[in-house]
């Protein structure tokens, strides 16, 4: 069974920090991303960041310039580095893989993490 397990989220004050990780456990044999989208209240779900097997990353306009993505290979994690953290940065975030398992690709969730900012 395939998991991706995410960790990291809380409450931060604005210009702050958090890092979030999602590792990824199962029979696995090869990802091709994985990144995280963020929901906030009334709004839609949307991408954050990802990040490609090649190493090659996206980025949300919203965040470019503040938040990092990065991956661990040999562990099949992926962090989220956010730096100079908003008030509109509130919201659930979650991780989301495209992974080759049992013969295919899919795409896998994980639970989600709350990251609030507030004063």
């Not at 989600?112 to 004063?119: A, M």
């Given at each position: 069974?395939?998991?991706?397990?995410?960790?990291?989220?809380?409450?931060v004050?604005?210009?702050?920090?958090?890092?979030?990780?999602?590792?990824?456990?199962?029979?696995?044999?090869?990802?091709?991303?994985?990144?995280?989208?963020?929901?906030?209240?009334?709004?839609?779900?949307?991408?954050?960041?990802?990040?490609?097997?090649?190493?090659?990353?996206?980025y949300?306009?919203?965040?470019?310039?503040?938040?990092?993505?990065?991956?661990?290979?040999?562990?099949?994690?992926?962090?989220?580095?956010?730096?100079?953290?908003?008030p509109?940065?509130?919201?659930?975030?979650?991780?989301?893989?495209?992974?080759?398992?049992?013969?295919?690709?899919?795409?896998?969730?994980?639970q989600?993490?709350?990251?609030?900012?507030?004063?």
């Open positions: 069974q395939v998991q991706l397990v995410e960790s990291g989220g809380g409450s004050q604005p210009g702050g920090s958090l890092r979030l990780s999602c590792a990824a456990s199962g029979s696995i044999f090869s990802i091709y991303t994985m990144g995280w989208y963020r929901q906030a209240p009334g709004k839609e779900r949307e991408l954050v960041a990802r990040i490609f097997s090649d190493g090659n990353t996206n949300a306009d919203s965040v470019k310039g503040r938040f990092t993505i990065a991956r661990n290979n040999a562990k099949n994690t992926v962090y989220l580095h956010m730096n100079s953290l908003k509109e940065d509130t919201a659930v975030y979650s991780c989301n893989g495209y992974l080759f398992t049992s013969g295919s690709y899919s795409y896998y969730w994980g989600g993490t709350q990251v609030t900012v507030s004063s």
